[in-house]
């Protein structure tokens, strides 16, 4: 779904109200000063004639009575209401601002071959984030660190982080901004420019990025998300301590540890989706072998575990990409349902109206244009049990009622239209 800020004035009308049916579409209002109910050629039945609601609106029109509800609008019924908006203003809904850190794991064992591709696991990684970033709204602020840094250094004994993560590589925090914006290519750029390397420093990763990275980072609201991906086993513990190998095979560090740093950022309300890519399901013998499991885990006490999962499989609780045929097709897939979370589509944030206007709640008015051309008004619940329609929540915030959330989502080509009127005196007088 798109998403972008548009503020119109449209003048001629100097003062109307467009009743549907029973349900009212209270548009702009009369900026000249004349509150008799303005001229202009339209009344308050122009575009009554086909139209019902729901059957929940019944009645003179009212908004704080209004029981919600979805009008199909024609063409000419979308032009006449957006012709409507005399000296009032709209907008396209503009999604909470949300912040999401990257964590990428770029071990060695990253340029393995990926499942149902000619592509390694790395390179397939490196595209999907790639399209993941660009389709993400403008609103969305997003920093990426990899690990580990490609001259990681072994030791049994604790280390700075810089030898097995290279801080100064991260791309730090910042909102992506529209397309071709700075930090939309210098996250690009970053995707290019990584390199696969030694060991798998899991834990140091996760806790600089959420320490050093969005835990300080305040510019974008308080949604924070972490996405953590990783082919499996952790081979460093914090402190970039290192467990060496054993007859050839490289020793595995414990998980618990990486577990409890995740349910902590859960403790400060950051949710931390994980992404299990294939190698995964294997590591040496001496942990267990199979890794899905603290995957699992770690996505129950982040806050992602899917709905009736398994922290034991078959259905793991965190996108484990181990049993698909195509990993190229389901890492995307999987992106995009992260990005369905960490987008609320059906939450938007009233814009801050243009110099001399006031938003008046009682003249909000909510349109959706679907993928195919055609629109929907929605209407206020307001006494309902907000089912169908949209409401204003706690913070005073356009939210979307349960049902009409599932079809935007459905659509990925919908847009939400808020459109906003100039004042409670001129609906009295239309309305009486």
Not at 3 to 21: D, H, P, Q
Not at 49 to 78: M, Y
Not at 134 to 150: C, F, H, K, Q, T
Not at 328 to 345: F, H, K, M
């Amino acid at each position: 779904m798109t998403k972008k800020i548009l503020n119109r004035k449209t003048y001629g009308l100097e003062g109307v109200l467009v009743a549907l049916g029973a349900a009212a579409l209270a548009v702009a209002c009369g900026g000249s000063g004349d509150d008799s109910g303005g001229t202009g050629g339209m009344n308050s039945t122009d575009l009554s004639d086909g139209l019902n609601t729901d059957g929940s609106n019944t009645g003179n029109p009212d908004f704080d009575t209004s029981e919600g509800g979805k009008v199909d609008l024609t063409a000419e019924q979308i032009t006449a209401i957006e012709q409507a908006a005399c000296t009032g203003w709209a907008a396209e809904g503009e999604n909470l601002p949300a912040t999401l850190q990257l964590v990428v794991d770029v071990s060695y064992s990253m340029t393995e071959q990926a499942p149902g591709t000619n592509q390694s696991k790395w390179e397939v990684t490196r595209d999907a984030l790639s399209q993941a970033i660009e389709e993400l709204p403008a609103s969305v602020a997003v920093g990426v660190l990899y690990y580990p840094n490609g001259d990681v250094q072994f030791s049994a004994d604790p280390q700075p982080i810089d030898a097995c993560i290279d801080v100064d590589a991260r791309v730090p925090i910042a909102q992506l901004g529209e397309a071709d914006s700075e930090q939309r290519d210098t996250l690009q750029d970053s995707l290019r420019d990584a390199q696969t390397a030694g060991y798998t420093p899991t834990h140091d990763a996760y806790q600089h990025a959420l320490n050093e990275g969005l835990v300080p980072y305040t510019a974008n609201g308080n949604q924070k998300f972490m996405l953590l991906i990783t082919d499996g086993a952790p081979t460093m513990s914090e402190g970039c301590v290192s467990g060496g190998e054993e007859q050839g095979n490289v020793i595995d560090m414990p998980t618990q540890p990486i577990i409890d740093e995740i349910a902590g950022a859960h403790d400060q309300g950051i949710r931390t989706f994980l992404i299990g890519s294939p190698g995964s399901e294997e590591s040496s013998e001496e942990t267990g072998g199979d890794m899905r499991p603290w995957l699992s885990r770690a996505a129950v006490e982040g806050g992602t575990a899917a709905d009736g999962c398994d922290v034991d499989g078959p259905d793991f609780c965190h996108m484990d990409m181990t049993q698909e045929e195509d990993f190229s097709s389901a890492l995307r897939a999987g992106l995009a349902a992260i990005a369905g979370q960490v987008v609320d589509s059906c939450t938007f944030a009233v814009p801050d109206p243009p110099e001399d206007e006031t938003i008046d709640k009682t003249l909000t008015n909510l349109v959706v244009t679907w993928g195919s051309g055609s629109a929907s008004l929605y209407l206020p619940d307001n006494v309902g049990g907000c089912d169908t329609g949209w409401t204003f929540n706690d913070e005073g915030q356009v939210e979307l009622c349960p049902s009409t959330c599932d079809e935007v989502k459905l659509d990925s080509g919908a847009t939400v239209q808020l459109t906003f009127g100039c004042g409670t005196e001129v609906i009295d007088v239309v309305t009486k």
